[in-house]
């Protein structure tokens, strides 16, 4: 394929009007003839009705958008990426460092996991043979990195913040899709990263425990002077059910960690018998008084490594 260059300026924005080649830089103009002598092999994209190389243009586009990743600008790095893809769409290394950028500017309000994968599967793709086991292992790899950080950012919003069902139901719906876009592109890189799933079943169970006895329990057992009003007690029995539906998709995401889940299942009940034993009542002088004898915290409660 051909390009032409402009001899005065080194443009390669050359278009043909009325005839004759046109520089849209300088405004050097070259006759069909002086054409044809410029041409030189490269990539090339279509300007106006002329083909003009833009090899060297995909190269400095490349470097800007590894020199922006390296400096934590992911946005600027994908708007070069985009660059890229629009003179070049099977360009392998633009794809891969899109799935990248792309995926590590996810918000919990805005998540890009899917856009992410699909990017990761578009440089395996448009991977020559030689680099394309290469490029699934690395897809692989960022992806894995990718989802536990995700998952982890909603775990740490349910801990430092008021725990709600809502921010219970973000975390298993995070893990919902991580799960499937993780087995969605694992499958077509032939490669699942050692201990993904049991790392982020941990992060999801060590969150429910740690949320429950270090703020859940300390709440109820502090309110009102040490004898907590049934007020806390309900609040104590709702927020406990969030924890424990988020043990139980701990359980569920990694179904094949049998030892991990058997600890799980032991954070669970011990759980569920603190929040039982809380709720004895009795009533004196028109008062009621939760029973003391269920304050003594839970000590079998287990976290993961």
Same mark, same amino acid.
Request: hydrophobic share 35%; with cysteine.
């Given at each position: 394929? #051909? ?6 300026? &080194? ?23 002086? @054409? ?34 390296? *400096?934590?600008?992911?946005?600027? @790095? ?21 799935? #990248? ?25 448009? @991977? ?11 897809? *692989? ?26 921010? @219970? ?38 969150? *429910? ?16 002077? &040490? ?32 030892? &991990? ?6 954070? +669970? ?31 079998? +409660?287990?976290?993961?490594?």
């Amino acid at each position: 394929m #051909k390009q032409l260059t402009c001899e005065m300026c &080194g443009s390669t924005d050359i278009v043909k009007q009325e005839g004759i080649f046109v520089c849209q830089i300088c405004g050097t103009k070259y006759s069909v003839e002086e @054409a044809k002598k410029m041409m030189v092999e490269g990539i090339v994209e279509v300007t106006g009705t002329v083909k003009v190389d833009s090899t060297e243009k995909i190269k400095n586009y490349f470097e800007m958008a590894e020199s922006a990743y390296k *400096a934590d600008n992911k946005s600027e @790095a994908e708007a070069y990426c985009n660059r890229i893809i629009e003179i070049d769409p099977q360009n392998y290394k633009a794809w891969f460092i899109k799935g #990248k950028v792309a995926g590590w500017q996810s918000s919990i309000a805005n998540q890009r996991i899917n856009e992410s994968v699909q990017c990761f599967s578009k440089a395996i793709d448009y @991977a020559p043979t030689d680099k394309k086991e290469d490029i699934k292992s690395e897809a *692989a790899k960022e992806a894995s990195n990718l989802f536990i950080s995700l998952v982890l950012t909603s775990c740490e919003n349910f801990s430092k913040m008021m725990q709600t069902e809502d921010l @219970a139901n973000s975390i298993i719906e995070c893990a919902t899709k991580v799960k499937e876009y993780a087995l969605q592109l694992f499958n077509k890189c032939g490669v699942t990263p050692d201990k993904y799933e049991q790392e982020i079943a941990t992060c999801i169970n060590n969150t *429910a425990v740690n949320t429950f006895s270090d703020v859940i329990m300390p709440e109820y057992e502090n309110d009102n002077g &040490g004898h907590p009003s049934e007020y806390a007690l309900n609040d104590l029995i709702e927020k406990a059910g969030y924890c424990s539906s988020l043990i139980k998709a701990a359980i569920d995401f990694s179904d094949n960690d049998d030892l &991990g889940n058997s600890d799980r299942y032991k954070n +669970l009940i011990e759980i569920n018998n603190y929040c039982i034993n809380s709720c004895s009542w009795t009533k004196e002088f028109g008062y009621e008084n939760a029973a003391q004898g269920a304050l003594g915290g839970i000590a079998l +409660l287990t976290v993961g490594i």
